[in-house]
C-alpha cells in the first residue's frame, strides 16, 4: 500500500463538511428545524480555517525540509 503524507487542511474541511451534512440530515429527517442559512457560516468558517490550517503545515514542511538539507550539507563526513 502507498503512503501518503499527512495533510491536516483537508481533515479540518472535511470535518467541517461532515458537520453540514449531518446537519442538513438531521433537518430532513426530521430530529430538529434548521433554518436554510445556518449552514454558511459552518461552511465558510471551515474552509478558512483549513486553509490557514494547510498553510501553516506548508510552511512548517518548508521550514524542516529547509533545516534538514544545510544541516546534511554542514555536517562533517
Do not use: N
Request: charged letters at 15%.
Amino acid at each position: 500500500m502507498l503512503r501518503h503524507e499527512f495533510q491536516p487542511g483537508r481533515l479540518v474541511a472535511g470535518l467541517f463538511l461532515t458537520l453540514a451534512a449531518v446537519i442538513y440530515a438531521g433537518d430532513a429527517g426530521g430530529a430538529w428545524e434548521t433554518p436554510w442559512f445556518v449552514v454558511i457560516p459552518v461552511v465558510t468558517g471551515g474552509l478558512c480555517l483549513a486553509g490557514a490550517v494547510g498553510f501553516l503545515t506548508g510552511l512548517i514542511r518548508r521550514r524542516r525540509t529547509k533545516r534538514r538539507q544545510t544541516g546534511a550539507a554542514d555536517a562533517p563526513a
